[in-house]
């Protein structure tokens, strides 16, 4: 075989290897595509079973619902035992915000699913319990998901 046929055969192996290369970067994008929804889907799953889970808790157990009613309209009315549990109820509630927030700030879930949990939070001014017992939990919880939820008008 000559040069010039030797170099023709090696630019239709190059434009066939870069044609190659091209529909595999185009699979692996499919493929992270698919795997991003899936994960996505999943940290949307988890966020829900653990506020079902929650809500289940505070069903199953008539005092506990009325404890967490009675520091959401009257918290300053808490005696001292029904205080703490009502901070470790609403320490629950923060600690799965946070973990909501967090994950949306890494963009695995995405801002619509957010605005859901922003809304929970941020629109409380009714939930006299809830806004003032905020400084209880402040301190536990990661400086940009403090800041965050102090930026809100509620609090």
């Known amino acids: 075989m000559t040069n010039e046929g030797l170099s023709k055969w090696a630019a239709i192996a190059e434009i066939v290897s870069g044609i190659a290369v091209v529909i595999s970067l185009l699979f692996i994008l499919q493929e992270l595509n698919n795997n991003t929804n899936a994960v996505q889907s999943a940290t949307l799953q988890a966020a829900m ?48 915000f946070q973990t909501n927030y967090s994950q949306w700030k890494r963009g695995v879930l995405d801002d619509e699913d957010w605005y859901f949990y922003e809304k929970i939070y941020c629109n409380v001014s009714s939930d006299e319990g809830f806004v003032l017992s905020w400084p209880l939990h402040r301190d536990f919880l990661r400086p940009d998901f403090v800041e965050y939820v102090e930026s809100c008008e509620a609090y």
């Open 49 to 96: 079973d653990t506020s079902n889970a929650y809500l289940l808790m505070l069903i199953e157990n008539p005092e506990l619902l009325q404890l967490n009613e009675k520091g959401r309209q009257s918290y300053t009315s808490l005696t001292p035992e029904e205080l703490m549990t009502y901070t470790m109820l609403t320490r629950n509630q923060w600690v799965r």
